[in-house]
Structure formats: C-alpha cells, structure tokens
C-alpha cells in the first residue's frame, strides 16, 4: 500500500457515500480511520435498544474493516458519541466488551446532545493499524 489515500466503500454504502459525501474509510498505507457508524440495519432501520444499535455499528466497523484489509484486532482507537452516555454505558460496554474482550484499544467516550436522527443512540468511530494486532 502507498502513501496514497484509498477510499474504502463496502457494499451497500455507495448510496451514503453519493449522498452524504463523505468516505466510510479511508486508508493510507498501514492506517485505516473509518467514519462514525451508527446502530443501522443493512436496510437503514435502528435497533430498538443502545446493545442492538451498538452491535449493528461494531458489524458495520467489522466489515468496513475486512474490505479495508484489517480486522477488529488491528483498531488502536475507538471514539464513541452517546446521547446518554451515563445512562446506557453499562449496556454499551456489554456489546464493545464483546466485540474487543482483551487487548483492548484506546477509547473515548463522550456525551452528545442529539446525533444524525432522533433515533440514534450512539455513533462510533475508528482508527486501526493494518497488522498492529496480530
């Protein structure tokens, strides 16, 4: 991979990429950042509750990353948005915990007034290293 910026769009993303403009990843060379997911379905519906929204994201970061070329092991950091961050941390960390359940990257977690629809409950971003966890 060159130092040159790759734009990774998994399949079914096209339309989000065409109409909101923006990237779901980017690589350069060994570095991957992937875009704030939100808790969607493969057909754009929120899951009813924050550990459904929280799986469908972290599934979503999973296969942006595998056409990206990396895996879960390789995030290095993980920034969440919540719009009840006190309120649903217990069960956000369930579904993360099950997702990364040792080795576990840097994280950041904020509370936010409200995300891209009423329905969102928490939005997550990444950044991996192509190899770093092996």
């Given at each position: 991979?060159?130092?040159?910026?790759?734009?990774v769009v998994?399949?079914?993303?096209?339309?989000?990429?065409?109409?909101?403009?923006?990237?779901?990843?980017?690589?350069?060379?060994?570095?991957?950042?992937?875009?704030?997911?939100?808790?969607?379905?493969?057909?754009?519906?929120?899951?009813?509750?924050?550990?459904?929204?929280?799986?469908?994201?972290?599934?979503?970061?999973?296969?942006?990353?595998?056409?990206?070329?990396?895996?879960?092991k390789d995030?290095?950091?993980?920034?969440?948005?919540?719009?009840?961050?006190?309120?649903?941390?217990?069960?956000?960390?369930?579904?993360?915990?099950?997702?990364?359940?040792?080795?576990?990257?840097?994280?950041?977690?904020?509370?936010?007034?409200?995300?891209?629809?009423?329905?969102?409950?928490?939005?997550?971003?990444?950044?991996?290293?192509?190899?770093?966890?092996?």
């Open positions: 991979m060159t130092g040159k910026q790759q734009r998994p399949e079914g993303t096209q339309a989000i990429y065409d109409h909101y403009h923006f990237a779901p990843a980017i690589r350069v060379g060994d570095m991957i950042w992937i875009s704030g997911q939100v808790g969607i379905d493969e057909n754009f519906v929120a899951g009813e509750d924050m550990e459904q929204q929280a799986r469908f994201a972290f599934e979503a970061i999973r296969k942006t990353l595998a056409v990206a070329g990396a895996g879960l995030v290095v950091e993980l920034m969440t948005f919540h719009t009840d961050l006190r309120g649903e941390m217990e069960d956000f960390t369930k579904i993360k915990d099950a997702f990364f359940p040792k080795d576990f990257p840097c994280w950041t977690a904020l509370g936010v007034s409200q995300l891209a629809a009423p329905e969102y409950k928490v939005e997550i971003r990444v950044v991996a290293v192509v190899g770093s966890g092996a």
